[in-house]
């Protein structure tokens, strides 16, 4: 396995659009997210929205511990 010898900066948003497209054979959330380094698009769909949605919850309990 290869370890990395430098850890990268984080991103850091600045602005952050939600959106959503159909295919036609389903619908997917676009999130887009601009960041100090450029703009990231991940495209979700409601399995993937879900996992975000608690990954954030979990973020946000520990941030709020800190207080």
Known sequence: MMKRKDKAAPFV???IHVATVDDGK???GILSIET???ILEIALDGHAADAIVDALGA???KLDQDR
């Open 13 to 15: 948003p600045t602005e």
């Open 26 to 28: 389903s619908a997917l």
């Open 36 to 38: 100090t380094e450029g």
């Open 59 to 61: 973020i946000r309990s």
